[in-house]
């Protein structure tokens, strides 16, 4: 493992902190907003808790890693990934209207592509930059970010979407259309990453910059994919919980 | 006591990583858990938030000890092993429709066997690799784990899950193959990791390799034993609760 060079310190380590700040104090929110949900839906706001506190975690050994000038070790950010991600996507199957028999079957599909999916990724990552490997890997790994998009959008749950009108309805396609943004982020931000990709040569980046664009690239769709996701989650929960009945004590 | 030399040392330091963040994390979602089961059951959704906590603890230790590079401490797994695997055995008892007034008992015994099984393993990993004082221990801590094994599959905990049937009763039989194959990792591990045991010489095994074994394997087996089975003692105890009348407010 090697230092990371990157050609902004400040702005890198400003980014992980606000992430920590931001993370931390998530968790603390979805955890008291859970009795603003039925119990049906409240698990929804639990897995919100959950990724926060997760990513929490993972920016404060990030920061400490960068702050102390150690070899850069790119695990954390995969390690938190494969923790997360499944709970996103199980988060979105507990409020998205699919019927309960068909949710466990449709959550666990969903979970192994989203391990599959950073599985991959994490070796074309960490091969050397403009390799074949790293190229390789990131084909596979979008083979199964395309597959999730793809059930979010026309698949089982972008079929049980399709039945949702109102309100809820469109809470609910503004979800997947924020899911889609901000996860657009991730394979943007790893091709610039990689500065012998076709996207950062086109953009004529250095090493150092193209590590830069990375790190707060992927920080920032981090906070807008687990906090501000979670926010969305939410909103669609408390108005399930309203429509039927549920008033918090 | 040495430094703990592996051929990988970036996986191990992930995987001890991973593990405080899925520990730590599992302790919160267990504790918040609680309320979704009925009184009768909570204790176990109870234990299973501890046993997250404490593993959470000792990881942190672990990872610490091994960035460090301050001759490694194996003792840390035993402190945690002699805290949760009574814990896990008595949750068990719990949920496993065992009568109440049979049930103290039986956790008491099981305890006990789970004590001994872990207090015998110790001095035999901390032995000279490939000494008999080794394999002696190993043996002596392999009779209580069959013994617990033998209690859930036909002794007292084996008869009370025949008795029960439907859903709540697949779920026990999961639970208890779960238990039987993510146990079956601790002595495979252990012999692994002796790198002068029958199995690490069949594979031709270097010292560093053992140890990556060991620590890796160890540490997916308590993710799966710790987190994973809690999912699975929620699961028998929201059934219950559920058949029982109750539902969360």
């Given at each position: ?19 920590v700040a931001a993370m931390a104090i998530s968790f603390v929110y979805y955890l008291v907003s859970r009795s603003r949900v039925s119990p049906a ?66 959550t666990t599909k969903l979970a192994v592509a989203a391990l599959l999916m950073i599985a991959t990724g994490y070796p074309g990552e960490t091969a ?122």
């Amino acid at each position: 493992m090697e230092k990371l060079v990157t050609s902004n310190d400040q702005l890198v380590y400003n980014a992980f902190s606000f992430a920590v700040a931001a993370m931390a104090i998530s968790f603390v929110y979805y955890l008291v907003s859970r009795s603003r949900v039925s119990p049906a839906y409240r698990s929804a706001v639990t897995m919100s808790a959950m990724i926060c506190g997760i990513a929490a975690y993972h920016y404060w050994r990030m920061f400490n890693n960068f702050a102390d000038g150690a070899p850069w070790n790119e695990g954390y950010r995969y390690a938190d990934w494969l923790l997360t991600v499944p709970l996103l996507l199980a988060e979105l199957v507990v409020v998205s209207g699919v019927a309960r028999d068909k949710a466990k079957g449709l959550t666990t599909k969903l979970a192994v592509a989203a391990l599959l999916m950073i599985a991959t990724g994490y070796p074309g990552e960490t091969a050397a930059a403009g390799s074949d490997a790293s190229m390789i890997w990131f084909v596979i790994s979008l083979v199964f970010f395309i597959y999730i998009l793809w059930n979010l959008f026309a698949g089982e749950v972008g079929q049980a979407l399709k039945g949702q009108s109102g309100a809820i309805g469109s809470k609910l396609n503004n979800l997947r259309y924020i899911l889609l943004v901000t996860w657009a982020v991730y394979p943007i931000a790893y091709l610039l990453g990689d500065n012998e990709s076709f996207l950062a040569k086109a953009f004529d980046l250095s090493a150092g910059d193209s590590a830069t664009l990375i790190q707060v690239g992927y920080t920032v769709a981090d906070v807008l994919a687990k906090p501000g996701y979670g926010l969305l989650i939410l909103g669609v929960a408390i108005a399930r919980s309203e429509s039927e009945g549920y008033r918090a004590a």
